[in-house]
């Protein structure tokens, strides 16, 4: 994920294991498979 304002980034950079989609319980972050990234939904994401 980027480094945007009270979310948290990995260290090492995006290495697209997909750990984040496991961590997030609000399901905000999905996987887009055509970018082969993830990305977050604003409307779900409570930056816990």
């Known amino acids: ?3 945007l304002p ?3 980034k990995c ?3 995006c290495i697209h294991c997909r750990k984040c989609l496991n ?3 609000y399901n905000a972050i999905t996987f887009n498979t055509g970018r082969g990234i993830p990305e977050s ?4 994401c409570t930056l816990c």
């Open 6 to 8: 009270g979310r948290k």
């Open 1 to 3: 994920m980027r480094d």
């Open 23 to 25: 961590a997030c319980e």
């Open 11 to 13: 260290d090492s950079g």
């Open 41 to 44: 939904d604003d409307q779900s």
